[in-house]
């Protein structure tokens, strides 16, 4: 069983930038593709960002590429979301989750365990 829990989010400016954080507390950690998710009020949601098993591949939706990064550091079961000039549109709920594939894993369906998630909230 993999438990993940999120932490970092907040309130910020258009912007501005924030950095969250996912920890696991299952075993085999760096036997997990990672990707983060999030939804906004009345909206499905959506794929953010991905790491594959060692950090070495990464994949990103289109409207974050060059603004956020994904990186992981398996020796502390963690990994992170750096997201600069943040957007009002991008507030949200932010989630963690972890798939049991040595890929990068961008399809919702197929992440096997989720995290609470944590809110992020951009004023415009």
């Known amino acids: 069983q993999v438990q993940l829990v999120e932490s970092g989010g907040g309130l910020v400016q258009a912007g501005d930038s924030l950095r969250l954080s996912c920890v696991s507390s299952g075993r085999a950690f760096s036997a997990y593709a990672m990707g983060w998710f999030r939804q906004a009020p009345g909206r499905e949601r959506e794929f953010v960002a991905a790491?594959?098993?060692?950090?070495?591949?990464?994949y990103y939706a289109d409207s974050v590429k060059g603004r956020f990064t994904i990186s992981r550091e398996n020796a502390k079961n963690t990994v992170t979301l750096r997201m600069n000039s943040l957007k009002h549109e991008e507030t949200g709920v932010y989630y963690c989750?972890?798939?049991?594939?040595?890929?990068?894993?961008?399809?919702?369906?197929?992440?096997?365990?989720w995290g609470q998630g944590t809110q992020v909230t951009v004023s415009s």
């Open positions: 790491v594959n098993w060692n950090g070495g591949r990464t």
């Open positions: 989750a972890a798939d049991v594939t040595f890929g990068v894993v961008t399809t919702i369906d197929e992440y096997d365990y």
